[in-house]
């Protein structure tokens, strides 16, 4: 029988249930109402909680409490997709039910679960019942009932285990569309493999191996070689900050030292603050941290030395002080993948571009990194995708500048979004009118069928062409361009007067120029827009407004 669990047990379990739940990704990247390729909920879950373990065996938390505020800190800061940043949610209230714990009892746990599960309902605007967060809690509530009934941890978590289980069982129940397509919710079977792989370590001592680190993969962009003349600022500077008062502000920090490098990035977790900047002087650096407290995790890289690792003797140059340009008021990050999308939305003056989209959901991290590069006193945010939204709004939180996500969800919105902008209007202005701007859109996609499904009252075979509208398929065939003239048709209408169109990456020029020439013909009422969007996946995505 187990009575308590110390920090390494508490370390190892985590660990051993995030194993579990990576070592199954692809089964719940499969678990997708809609057959198309956009079933990343298992990518993203795994790279949430692949991103605490990794931080939890580099750190050694000596204490329960230190262990849940280093998951919850790592998962707040590589949360990637709403699954993602819902599972960092139910970290973030675990640490804080446990905080002051060296050890935890069946106690502890049932007030970190049900610590857990407030903090994520708080989190999501409009809860979904009969998803992760439907799971979590009813788990969480089979802790409460089950608290007097047992002793042991082990007994305890069996049970919480199987209340689990038994809640993603009737999630296709309470979400229509889950039973529609003849799959349970794959957050919750998320949540339910992380159970069960710490569980089973508490119960045999050895944790799950991780199968394949590798196949977790990562949304970032690859390294670009570059040249050594090319970088600016030579020292990579990274460490971590045990600030001497919680409360304390890390702005005067972020602002005596962002004079001195690029790429700065600076995460106040309350107690912890997570530091990353290149510059050519970590020792000041490092100075202006110590004043906020204890430094740890100490890392400097020598970038020039890393490109050419055979360099002459130089003596330094006398230069000038590096002088930064003062801050704009208003600047922009959007995420976006195509080289085409991306180049519209440069020529629309967005300062950083989020590497993103379907199947590749950046990290709050990613996108937070993004904002610190803005010089800028009011930054927009444009997710352009549903599962992107709270992965942005929790990097705004992070963030020390005012952040202002406009909850795009498709690039088409994120255009017409950032065409609304005004120079001339207050920050809230332009969000109004950002956030109206992009409610007018309508935006469509053409895609191809990942697996045999009926969907909407049609019988689809994994390689159909899928033309999507919203949550609805309203075409199905064996040509993208048959099918975009099928979805154009049913949402085109008397009140709309722009159509544009972005083709992807696997449509040739000569097939859009023909496509361009129909729709025109088609649509004389409309202005036709098309654009190479080079976007993967997607062959068309279409909007009228």
Request: glycine share 8%.
């Amino acid at each position: 029988m187990l009575y308590t669990i110390d920090a390494e047990k508490l370390a190892n379990a985590f660990i051993s249930g995030a194993n579990r739940l990576c070592n199954k990704k692809n089964i719940l990247n499969d678990l997708n109402v809609f057959p198309v390729p956009d079933g990343d909920t298992g990518s993203n879950m795994s790279m949430t909680v692949l991103a605490a373990a990794r931080e939890l065996s580099e750190k050694n938390p000596q204490t329960a409490g230190s262990v849940m505020d280093v998951i919850a800190g790592a998962s707040l800061r590589g949360a990637r997709g709403n699954s993602g940043v819902i599972l960092s949610q139910l970290f973030r209230g675990m640490a804080r039910a446990v905080k002051e714990a060296k050890i935890i009892d069946k106690t502890d746990i049932c007030r970190a679960f049900s610590g857990g599960v407030e903090t994520a309902y708080r989190a999501v605007m409009k809860p979904t019942e009969g998803t992760m967060l439907t799971v979590s809690r009813d788990a969480a509530k089979c802790g409460e009932d089950s608290l007097e009934q047992t002793d042991d941890i082990i007994d305890f978590l069996e049970k919480v285990t199987d209340a689990a289980q038994k809640s993603l069982d009737r999630t296709p129940e309470i979400l229509p569309q889950l039973k529609a397509a003849g799959v349970v919710d794959s957050g919750g079977q998320g949540v339910v493999y992380l159970l069960e792989g710490l569980l089973s370590y508490l119960k045999t001592g050895e944790m799950v191996p991780l199968e394949d680190a590798s196949s977790i993969g990562s949304s970032a962009p690859k390294a670009v070689k570059i040249a050594n003349e090319e970088i600016k600022y030579g020292y990579c500077t990274e460490f971590l900050i045990e600030k001497n008062n919680p409360k304390a502000s890390t702005k005067l920090f972020g602002s005596n030292i962002q004079t001195k490098g690029d790429s700065m990035v600076i995460v106040d977790d309350e107690e912890i603050v997570k530091v990353h900047i290149h510059t050519n002087n970590p020792g000041y650096v490092i100075e202006q941290a110590l004043k906020l407290g204890q430094l740890i995790n100490i890392k400097i890289d020598n970038m020039r030395y890393q490109h050419n690792s055979i360099m002459e003797e130089k003596e330094p140059e006398t230069k000038e002080p590096e002088t930064k340009e003062p801050a704009k008021k208003y600047g922009f990050a959007a995420v976006a993948a195509g080289d085409g999308i991306t180049e519209i939305f440069r020529d629309m003056s967005i300062d950083e571009i989020i590497p993103g989209g379907q199947t590749m959901n950046p990290s709050t991290d990613d996108i937070l990194s993004a904002i610190e590069k803005v010089n800028a006193e009011n930054v927009y945010v444009f997710p352009n995708n549903k599962n992107i939204i709270l992965a942005a709004e929790q990097a705004a939180e992070l963030s020390d500048k005012n952040v202002i996500v406009i909850p795009t969800k498709s690039i088409p919105e994120g255009v017409s979004a950032m065409l609304a902008f005004l120079p001339t209007l207050e920050p809230d202005a332009n969000k109004n009118a950002m956030i109206t701007a992009a409610s007018l859109v309508k935006t469509g996609s053409v895609t191809y069928a990942v697996r045999d499904t009926n969907a909407d009252g049609k019988d689809i075979k994994e390689g159909d062409i899928l033309g999507v509208h919203g949550k609805e398929i309203l075409a199905v065939g064996s040509s993208p361009e048959d099918v975009l003239k099928e979805l154009a048709a049913n949402m085109a209408d008397d009140d709309g007067e722009i159509l544009s169109v972005y083709y992807g990456e696997d449509v040739t020029k000569e097939t859009a120029e023909e496509i361009t020439e129909f729709l025109e013909e088609e649509y004389p009422d409309y202005d036709v827009v098309v654009h190479r969007g080079g976007q993967p996946l997607y062959y068309y995505i279409i909007s009228v407004e």
